[in-house]
């Protein structure tokens, strides 16, 4: 009987659209994928709107067709034939006409991770990059951990070990993604470089650093076992190994607490700086601002990880706690409840 009524339920539609946005690298790409794989039930449109061809491959690799735009007036039109059930919206900030313009065409309207004046004109805005403060913020804004989907990569170790055993020398990964605005990258190794004592150091180079990498290589043959790594699966690869990881506090540090490694976090821009999930109480030292960082702070932070055992194992602890693996099923319900009008936000 319950498969009777699955195969006469018609589907709903639900469309994904994507502004690619430099401070948030290519983990919105990495979301609606990553969601959309697992609403196999519905019918799933990607609209996308990029320079570069980085996201749209994310999305290819994964069996995903995203139908290409240039400016978003051209979206209405198209939107208007498919009469979606659910718009969902990642990427760039938007503006409350973007929404106005699709409204009429859907009753359902999210975003991810929006603070733009189309946050408040949508029906529920979603964020990972939550803040601490949030009095000022409607309450059709949710903000949590779970918000941010796993992307199924950092889902496949075979074995995570409780205690991992230090390398020799400890290993310290710096891994700043989404750009890298302020060379942190060159900032942060120069200030490893001058600890006296012996370090593995692997500086993770992506295809969003915009700088070039001559001083980082003059850098890296000066001292012993440092080295650069420069592939798109740096993060994942060197997740295992790193004893200490330096980042940025944008969406890296999620990825970081999946498997959980003891790491400390430097804000890009002050957006980032009020991000509120990496802190101590997720198990991350934050040490502000990037660009204003000294160099005994960054050195300390990483000798306090390095000197007591129980400090690092606490926070891989906090960070494994989170069991961020339960959270694409929690956004698969919660985007079906959407579609399904199962919901009990009212639209603004």
Request: glycine share 4%; hydrophobic share 40%.
């Amino acid at each position: 009987m319950q498969k009777e009524t699955q195969a006469i339920e018609p589907k709903k539609t639900i469309v994904f659209i994507i502004e690619s946005c430099i401070d948030k690298g290519l983990y919105p790409f990495e979301r609606v994928s990553t969601l959309a794989k697992l609403l196999t039930n519905e019918k799933v449109l990607i609209f996308v709107k990029t320079p570069s061809n980085e996201g749209i491959q994310i999305l290819m690799n994964e069996g995903l067709s995203p139908i290409l735009f240039d400016h978003f007036n051209e979206l209405p039109k198209q939107i208007k034939g498919i009469q979606p059930d659910l718009i969902v919206r990642d990427g760039r900030n938007s503006e409350s006409w973007q929404v106005q313009d699709l409204r009429p065409f859907c009753k359902t309207i999210i975003h991810f991770d929006d603070f733009g004046e189309g946050g408040q004109a949508c029906d529920c805005v979603l964020l990972a990059l939550y803040q601490e403060v949030k009095d000022y913020l409607p309450s059709h804004y949710i903000g949590g951990s779970f918000v941010f989907a796993l992307p199924e990569a950092y889902q496949q170790f075979d074995d995570i070990p409780d205690n991992k055993t230090p390398e020799n020398p400890p290993h310290i990964v710096v891994a700043f993604e989404d750009g890298d605005e302020h060379n942190l990258t060159y900032r942060t190794l120069r200030h490893l470089t001058q600890l006296q004592i012996p370090l593995q150091i692997t500086v993770m180079i992506d295809d969003s650093y915009r700088h070039a990498t001559d001083d980082l290589q003059m850098m890296v043959l000066s001292r012993r076992n440092t080295a650069i790594l420069r592939d798109k699966n740096a993060l994942l690869k060197l997740l295992p190994k790193a004893d200490v990881i330096i980042c940025n506090a944008n969406y890296t540090p999620y990825k970081i607490a999946s498997y959980g490694v003891p790491c400390i976090t430097l804000a890009q821009t002050e957006a980032e700086l009020l991000h509120a999930f990496p802190r101590e109480h997720n198990g991350f030292i934050h040490l502000g601002l990037g660009r204003k960082m000294k160099q005994s702070q960054i050195q300390n932070a990483v000798m306090e990880f390095l000197l007591h055992e129980a400090r690092s194992e606490r926070a891989v602890r906090k960070q494994r706690q989170l069991n961020l693996a339960a959270n694409n099923e929690t956004l698969q319900a919660l985007l079906l409840d959407f579609a399904y009008d199962r919901h009990n936000i009212a639209s603004t």
